[in-house]
């Protein structure tokens, strides 16, 4: 099953990691020409473009730097998952003719904005905002503290393990070392992990994502547009989105995302199970964040995650090839990771990474999360 559409190019901006003489703007537009290249189309071929995270008008202000007159435009933003709920929302426009080769694009430098005194404008810095009043006051103010709330609950109702989330960190380091674009590829190990800072229990440091510079991009198409491009042909079989809360503190349940809606309709529409992916790739803004999607998604039963990932199943050489590219934890993550999850599931998919390319990958699974881990974008790929 198919929906009859195709990512024809992913790619990153020139330089990533942490790159202080480049704007936010200027990552966007070197991934935007590189994942045109990719697809062997120009600018002038883009009639569509997707893009969040540089301001209240982001469309606007990217569109206008890479002199675009898009005739379809969306700036939606939930999050870390937005670029994914992006990639489902062209599917949805190019299915309906409102555009035929749709452009979605990302860039941050959070990482040298630290440096510069640029301090981000979050749209929820309102003290009349709900978490201001009910959380805020209770030290929840930002990810870490949110995430480690979900995470101590999933540990008290199933015993999850420290080790366990250690894990997912060691395993996903292991393919950073075969990335040469990845920012930390020295290899660790669990005691590592364990002995690394505290920066609210459970999360050490290294159970934590990276803070980077990075762009990233892809370009969208029908499948029959794509087949006369001459570049391999990457379907979405099926994708989703979903929502479930703002506040942490209003989640349904702290122990089971959105990922648990979005997994299995994109599961449906592309007639497919989890027994069918080759490669995953999947929101690791911390340890948790994995284990609990990996559950939500239906790679295991819930409360199992921990067992899962155990004896580095997830690393180079095991069983399920996971965040193959070092993930946001060794590999980038600038503030919303989940077009990097694109750009590695198309390149997994079209067989051009080099020394950690997983053999004979042909369906490829991406979940992106964001907020609180309130908001889940799931899209199943396939080369064809």
């Not at 966007?28 to 540089?54: K, Q, R, Y």
């Not at 404008?121 to 959380?135: G, K, N, S, V, Y």
Request: net charge negative; with cysteine; proline share 5%.
């Amino acid at each position: 099953m198919t929906t009859g559409v195709a990512i024809v190019g992913a790619a990153e901006a020139d330089e990533i990691g942490i790159v202080p003489h480049k704007s936010a703007l200027q990552m966007h537009a070197e991934a935007a020409a590189n994942a045109l290249a990719h697809a062997n189309l120009s600018v002038n071929d883009v009639d569509a473009l997707f893009t969040c995270g540089l301001d209240f008008m982001p469309s606007l202000l990217v569109a206008e730097y890479l002199g675009l007159r898009p005739r379809y435009s969306s700036s939606n933003s939930i999050g870390g998952s937005s670029f994914v709920a992006h990639l489902h929302e062209a599917v949805h426009a190019i299915r309906a003719g409102a555009c035929e080769v749709a452009l979605i694009t990302h860039g941050e430098t959070r990482r040298s904005n630290r440096n510069r005194g640029v301090s981000p404008r979050p749209a929820h810095d309102d003290p009349w905002f709900p978490d201001w009043q009910w959380e805020r006051i209770y030290g929840v103010q930002s990810p870490p503290s949110a995430y480690a709330l979900a995470a101590t609950r999933h540990m008290h109702q199933y015993g999850t393990t420290s080790e366990q989330l250690a894990e997912i960190a060691v395993a996903t380091r292991a393919w950073a070392a075969l990335n040469p674009r990845a920012l930390k590829r020295d290899p660790i190990t669990i005691d590592d992990v364990l002995s690394s800072p505290w920066v609210v229990y459970p999360f050490h440091k290294l159970d934590c994502c990276l803070v980077t510079d990075a762009g990233g991009a892809i370009v969208v198409t029908s499948t029959a547009r794509a087949r006369t491009l001459g570049v391999p042909v990457v379907e979405v079989l099926g994708s989703s989105v979903a929502h479930t809360h703002y506040g942490i503190s209003q989640m349904p349940d702290l122990t089971t995302t959105p990922a648990a809606r979005t997994g299995a309709e994109a599961f449906r529409q592309a007639g497919l199970t989890p027994a069918d992916i080759d490669v995953a790739e999947i929101y690791d803004s911390f340890t948790y964040t994995v284990l609990v999607t990996l559950e939500d998604l239906g790679f295991c039963a819930k409360g199992e995650g921990g067992d899962f990932v155990s004896n580095q199943r997830t690393a180079p050489g095991g069983d399920f090839p996971l965040n193959t590219s070092g993930g946001g934890l060794s590999y980038t993550h600038p503030g919303m990771f989940g077009m990097f999850l694109l750009v590695e599931a198309v390149r997994q998919l079209r067989g051009e990474c080099g020394e950690r390319q997983v053999p004979d990958a042909e369906v490829a699974l991406v979940n992106g999360m964001g907020g609180y881990l309130s908001s889940a974008a799931t899209a199943i790929l396939a080369r064809v």
